[in-house]
């Protein structure tokens, strides 16, 4: 068997068994292929509208990921905001970081975020959750915040005469609950931060977030420790405010407590945790009118696309990428989408002819870029690319060894891009949104080829190379924009046994280039080629490949 017909099989057989896996799981799952059904799944939009008037900065909440609660999928749109994802950095909250985009002027935006979650509150197993639900420190969550002193001894007489004679902690606790549960009359919630609990004990009458502060304060001055929760009440076609509630630490486990609806030692599974502590669902600078809104939904399978329960489908259901933590589902959505720009860097190398510098460089660099609102940063990108070429024939002078010069080279890369973003700082331009997606390595490494390429070939070569591989790079940054293959490839990740596939058969590609066509297109016309022709044109292809690859 000849290589090109193994390639030629191998390939075929990747595409049979990738198809296969495909259909497979598509009939066993039914919809769920999209998102994973369950008796807890929910759809959560949160809506924000608000006015720019200078460099504005706003941080919407979302959801925790943890043991009791998984975020499926999400996704944040604005045509006037970048967004940042959410990061799990700080286990007791997460916030989508949103920014002006570059070029857009003040005024009107509108930003939107969506997320898939279900929520099982029998599942306390993740490393967050452990986090989340360890033992206070000592003198943590004590502190009785009032605006004065004597705010906080009301708190504390009241709290005295509501556990007189209860020395148990748990007795001393159900008994506070109780108390504003009953006495303290409730009021719509009308969202935003709400009332504070000195003015709810004042009025006798508070939002679910002014009875849960007033709760909070009445077991903190008692010694008990107690945090406050913000979360979402997940109700059918309804619009939903921000929802407050209370965890006391009882019994070496935090007890949860709603006293405006009535909740105590347990909350419903409907409960969706957005953070612990006192924090806001939408907060911003440099804008005014902000307004938000979120939307709950149910998610139900279609009962005939659903079918029974069988141990397969739930293997398969459990392989979904769906399941992995908000973090790793981004890595892994990178990670399946480098291949791709790998079989596109074939495709113009191998069957049309531009050569780049290496494979993985226009690769990542249109990866950085693949958020079509910041492909102009491309220009910026070649213009300190540039500069650093600059650099380069000035350290040539020096005759320094490869390693030290690659180090000065990203040394002075890295003092040029902070040089940047001071000075556009100081003019308020926004373009430096596009420097933290520079890799540092790719530019210290396409200087250096830049550079190599030009003192083998000619200053015009290297040109023409740098410009082909930023036509790459943009060409990767548009074809991986495309929100419907990025979530193909996430739903099938089988679906990479296609792209393998392509790159094997190009791997066997001994045709004419279609760039080759174009240089030899005199010769074409002059008639039928000879043998030595082929080898000339063969040796000299070989040799400009061998300059220009990694």
């Known amino acids: 068997m000849s290589r090109t017909t193994l390639c030629v099989c191998t390939a075929a057989g990747l595409a049979a068994l990738s198809l296969t896996i495909m259909l497979v799981r598509q009939q066993v799952l039914g919809d769920e292929i999209k998102v994973p059904h369950g008796p807890g799944t929910w759809k959560v939009t949160l809506v924000v509208h608000g006015v720019s008037t200078g460099d504005t900065q706003l941080a919407t909440a979302a959801p925790l990921d943890s043991g009791r609660q998984h975020v499926l999928r999400e996704s944040a749109h604005s045509d006037e905001l970048a967004e940042k994802p959410a990061d799990g950095r700080k286990p007791e909250r997460r916030f989508v970081s949103w920014t002006k985009r570059a070029g857009k002027a003040n005024g009107p935006f509108r930003a939107r975020y969506e997320c898939f979650c279900s929520v099982d ?29 004597s705010d906080t001894e009301r708190v504390s007489a009241l709290a005295r005469a509501v556990t007189a004679d209860l020395d148990q902690t748990a007795d001393q606790a159900e008994a506070l609950f109780h108390h504003v549960d009953r006495e303290i009359n409730d009021e719509p919630c009308v969202g935003g931060p709400g009332i504070g609990a000195i003015e709810c004990l004042q009025t006798g009458s508070g939002d679910a977030g002014g009875k849960a502060r007033l709760l909070l304060a009445l077991l903190r001055s008692r010694g008990i420790p107690a945090r406050l929760v913000v979360g979402l009440r997940l109700v059918r076609g309804e619009e939903q ?26 909350v419903p599974s409907n409960y969706l945790v957005f953070a612990f502590g006192d924090q806001l669902m939408v907060r911003g600078r440099h804008v005014r009118d902000l307004d938000h809104k979120f939307l709950v939904e149910k998610v139900t399978a279609a009962t005939a696309a659903a079918g029974p329960s069988t141990p397969f489908k739930r293997f398969l259901s459990a392989l979904s ?12 959505e990178f ?39 910041s492909l102009p940063g491309i220009g910026v990108f070649v213009a300190i690319l540039l500069l650093g070429w600059l650099m380069r024939r000035v350290l040539d002078g020096y005759h320094l060894l ?5 180090a000065v080279m990203l040394t002075l890369v890295v ?35 830049f550079w190599t390429l030009e003192t083998e ?9 740098l410009l082909t591989t930023m036509f790459i790079a943009a060409t990767i940054a548009v074809v991986l924009s495309f929100h419907a293959l990025v979530t193909f490839f996430f739903r099938y990740p089988e679906g ?45 292809r070989s040799a400009h490949d061998d300059r220009v690859a990694v």
């Open 241 to 266: 405010t921000a929802h407050r509630w209370v965890e006391a630490w009882v019994h070496e486990h935090w007890l949860p407590m709603c006293p405006f609806y009535h909740h105590y030692g347990r």
């Open 121 to 149: 509150p029998q599942h306390h197993t993740t490393t967050p959750t452990k986090t989340l639900y360890a033992a206070p420190k000592p003198g943590e969550y004590l502190a009785v915040e009032t605006p004065r002193g």
């Open 321 to 332: 990428l769906y399941h992995l933590a908000p973090a790793d589902q981004r890595l892994v």
């Open 457 to 465: 070939d000619s200053t015009a070569a290297s040109f023409k190379t």
């Open 415 to 449: 003092l040029v891009l902070i040089s940047a973003v001071v000075v556009t700082n100081h003019w308020d331009v926004p373009a430096t949104r596009y420097v933290s997606l520079f890799p540092m390595i790719i530019l210290t490494g396409m200087i250096e080829r």
């Open 335 to 373: 990670l399946l989408l480098l291949p791709v720009a790998a079989l596109i860097i074939c495709v113009f190398r191998t069957v049309i002819g531009l050569n780049s510098f290496g494979t993985f460089a226009p690769a990542l660099v249109g990866l950085a870029f693949r958020d079509i609102h």
């Open 402 to 406: 490869q390693v030290p010069r690659t």
């Open 496 to 540: 990479l046994g296609f792209i393998l596939a392509g790159q094997l058969l190009l791997g066997r590609y001994t045709g004419y280039r279609l760039s080759e066509l174009y240089r030899f297109r005199d010769l074409a016309n002059a008639g039928p080629p000879t043998v030595l022709s082929y080898r000339v044109a063969a040796e000299a």
